[in-house]
């Protein structure tokens, strides 16, 4: 049980860094806001966002669909549902995260 909860802890702390590193990569793409509705160049803003900020959102995904699997797999075996708090709380981080940089696009 404590080891479980050193691990969830751990797991937050982790995506609260990943979501706080895909922002800041991200935010070298934001364009100003006084800029937004002009057509101005925007250079390879995309490229940068493609080659810094998606990589680290990929990663995530993909590492908190396994922690994901590996939680099924414990219900299947134990029939104890650990608590989902912390698969909630890194969703919700994520989804804000991702909200945040289409909204300062």
């Known amino acids: 049980m404590i080891s479980e909860f050193w691990s969830a802890r751990f797991w937050i702390a982790a995506n609260i ?3 706080g590193t ?7 793409t934001w364009i100003e806001p ?4 002009d057509d101005v160049a ?10 810094t900020a ?4 990929i990663a ?6 396994v922690w ?3 939680v099924v797999v414990r219900l299947a075996k134990t029939q104890a549902w650990p608590s989902a708090s912390p698969l ?12 945040v940089d289409l909204a300062m696009r």
Do not use: K, M
Request: no cysteine.
């Open 88 to 99: 909630a709380a890194t969703t919700l981080l994520w989804l804000s995260a991702i909200f």
């Open 17 to 19: 860094v990943g979501a």
């Open 22 to 28: 895909f922002l800041w990569l991200a935010a070298r």
């Open 68 to 70: 994901l699997t590996l």
């Open 34 to 37: 006084e800029l937004r509705h």
């Open 42 to 51: 925007r250079g390879g803003d995309g490229v940068l966002w493609t080659v």
């Open 54 to 57: 998606l990589p680290v959102l």
């Open 60 to 65: 995530f995904l993909v590492l908190d669909l």
